[in-house]
């Protein structure tokens, strides 16, 4: 590294650095930085990151008697996770072209500004694309209690940040909200009501823009408005809300403020940019405050140990900024690097709905014994009733065999992610496998599946069919695992391996064969 080619404006390279710093924390740039709402800066001196579970709700205390002991109440208790705070960095160049072209404006007695302008284009591309990265990961890490970096979308080492969301603080809705029957207030109200089971109030929740839409529009949140503001008969007409309306159902019916997250990044590997949104789809996630959790930020090594030859800056406490010049190729380089990441804290106290993730309720064919659930498998009403009362699951209200099909599904889809796996472990659904999907250039294609019961049960029957394709292709075992798909021509096969355990109960899987055939 050579110094700065531009070594006589390094005042000016400063200041373009607290500059950007104070439009980004002013709020006065174009792109804005809601990670900067949600996380405290807190300077780390091991470079390690640490989310805290704290277990410790307000208990009221006892009324005692004169002269009589205190009763002793139990302490609240905190879990970790914790991780190395990763590097974050990014570089520019400045080629020998556009220095010629500096060069001319300064022969042509341009002023000074523009030149300085010129020169430092690159610094603030430097500090925001900090800033973008930052926002993407903590809008991804909030909205999944998952933080991927990987490959395709990061030129340096791929990070995966798990912060474990319990699941017995996810849910998915009654309907799914795109569905004209849903009812988002109600499943609102279903989580606000776990929540406040476990000593928590959530004051706030997030969902991405078109989440929102789809909540403003939904028929019940539009009742629930025209009730706020005394609208009378059945047929009145309300357009879809905007948020300040959203807000004042929400406020009128004690439930959390919303918050649109409508935020796209952009991404750049191998000179090939592609836009990511960082906020998982169809997640809305509840919070007790805006603010949730700590910007965890280290000191790099170069900070002490500084190259006499390089131009250095600061922006906001974490990153470092370089300036300098190579002569193989000639260019002069700009940088910016950081060390750090946002972590949510008390994550026990964070709650996630999935407004598309519901069983569906369409296609259930009432009066007989049996109901579909869980992509395509079939049990006993009986069984399923049994498995919703048991004391480990307990719908509300409990499950009957007079029931409906459809009523069944609905105690279901009000289940927490944590009371569903245990209802599927308590029905014993076999466990099929298709296969990975495949392709084929011949007519014949070998398939094999796999297919293991439940508990003490067995696999009473294997059948493969064809649920799509271009033609009816036929199979030379259509009872076995094994089998060959026959007659194929070119397009796309899906096929089902079908398995019914000794207790009658039934498991699907598919696969996926495009064939093309000369």
Same mark, same amino acid.
Request: glycine content about 6%.
């Given at each position: ?90 570089? &520019? ?113 997030? &969902? ?41 159902? &929400? ?268």
């Amino acid at each position: 590294m050579l110094e700065s080619l531009f070594i006589q404006w390094a005042a000016d390279f400063k200041k373009i650095a607290k500059a950007i710093e104070e439009r980004v924390n002013g709020k006065k740039t174009i792109a804005t930085y809601s990670y900067k709402d949600m996380f405290t800066p807190e300077l780390s001196t091991d470079l390690k990151w640490q989310s805290l579970n704290v277990d410790g709700g307000l208990v009221s205390a006892d009324v005692v008697a004169m002269d009589s002991p205190l009763p002793l109440k139990r302490r609240g208790s905190f879990g970790t996770a914790t991780g190395d705070i990763p590097k974050l960095g990014m570089k &520019m160049k400045m080629s020998e072209k556009l220095m010629s072209d500096i060069d001319i404006l300064k022969s042509k007695g341009v002023e000074a500004s523009v030149l300085v302008a010129k020169i430092f284009e690159d610094t603030p591309r430097c500090i925001m694309g900090i800033h973008e990265k930052l926002e993407y990961i903590a809008l991804q890490i909030l909205s999944e209690g998952v933080s991927v970096i990987d490959m395709d979308n990061n030129t340096g080492l791929g990070v995966r940040i798990d912060l474990n969301y319990k699941d017995e603080n996810k849910f998915g809705s009654e309907v799914e909200w795109s569905d004209v029957d849903a009812k988002p207030i109600s499943d609102i109200q279903r989580v606000m009501q776990a929540a406040k089971a476990n000593g928590d109030r959530p004051g706030y929740i997030r &969902m991405s823009d078109s989440t929102f839409n789809t909540f403003s529009s939904n028929q019940q949140v539009k009742e629930f408005y025209g009730f706020s503001q005394n609208f009378s008969g059945q047929n009145v007409n309300i357009p879809s809300l905007n948020l300040e309306q959203a807000n004042l159902v &929400m406020q009128k019916n004690k439930l959390p403020t919303i918050i649109i997250v409508d935020r796209i990044v952009v991404n750049e590997k191998n000179g090939s940019r592609t836009v990511l949104t960082p906020w998982a789809e169809n997640k809305v996630i509840f919070t007790s405050e805006v603010n949730v959790g700590k910007l965890f930020y280290g000191m790099l090594a170069e900070e002490t140990r500084q190259n006499k030859a390089v131009t250095y800056a600061k922006s906001d406490t974490f990153i470092l900024l370089k300036k300098w010049h190579e002569n193989e190729p000639f260019a002069e380089f700009t940088s910016s690097q950081a060390l750090v990441i946002p972590i949510p804290n008390n994550i026990g106290s964070i709650y996630q709905l999935d407004v598309e993730e519901a069983q569906q309720t369409e296609g259930q064919t009432e009066d007989d014994a049996t109901i579909t659930i869980y992509d395509d498998s079939t049990v006993t009403v009986a069984n399923l009733v049994n498995a919703l009362n048991d004391a480990d699951v307990k719908s509300k209200p409990a499950a009957t065999i007079e029931m409906t099909d459809v009523q069944l599904i609905t105690l279901v889809n009000k289940l927490s992610n944590a009371k569903e796996e245990i209802l599927k472990d308590i029905l014993e659904i076999p466990v099929v496998n298709a296969g990975t999907d495949t392709t084929s250039s011949a007519a014949t294609k070998a398939l094999l599946g796999t297919a293991t019961a439940a508990g003490d049960k067995t696999i009473a029957s294997l059948l493969w069919s064809q649920v799509s394709g271009p033609n009816t292709a036929g199979f030379s075992a259509p009872t076995a695992l094994s089998t060959n798909a026959t007659g194929l021509i070119t397009g796309t096969y899906v096929f089902k391996l079908t398995a019914t355990d000794s207790e009658g109960t039934i498991a699907s899987d598919t696969v996926s064969v495009v064939a093309t055939v000369a």
